[in-house]
């Protein structure tokens, strides 16, 4: 027989989604950390900001230009290492 359905807020707060929620927040933190630190032109550029398994921090910009701006603005972050993505055309 199949399982009872589940409340959403369940899932996440106890099922199998609460680690992806955690990673979500954590994320989301991590990003706004990160605008905070660098110029309002950037940061509204700024997709998402996460450091990876190896600590390096990688930023994702929206467009090739703000990727090559954010390059010099770097120095202001505290991560030795920083790689710099630019989002995919379409999403």
């Known amino acids: 027989m199949a399982d009872n359905p589940r409340h959403l807020s369940?899932?996440?707060t106890d099922g199998p989604l609460k680690s992806v929620l955690a990673?979500?927040?954590?994320?989301?933190?991590?990003t706004v950390?990160?605008?905070s630190l660098l110029p309002a032109d950037e940061a509204a550029h700024l997709i998402s900001a996460?450091?990876?398994?190896?600590g390096e921090l990688?930023?994702?910009?929206?467009?090739?230009?703000?990727?090559?701006?954010?390059?010099?603005?770097?120095?202001r972050l505290p991560n030795r290492e920083v790689k710099i993505r630019?989002?995919?055309r379409g999403g």
């Open 50 to 54: 996460v450091t990876n398994e190896a």
């Open 33 to 35: 950390r990160v605008r």
């Open 23 to 30: 990673e979500a927040d954590r994320r989301r933190l991590e």
């Open 10 to 12: 369940e899932l996440l």
């Open 86 to 88: 630019v989002l995919p």
């Open 58 to 75: 990688v930023l994702v910009m929206d467009t090739p230009a703000w990727a090559a701006r954010v390059r010099y603005c770097v120095a």
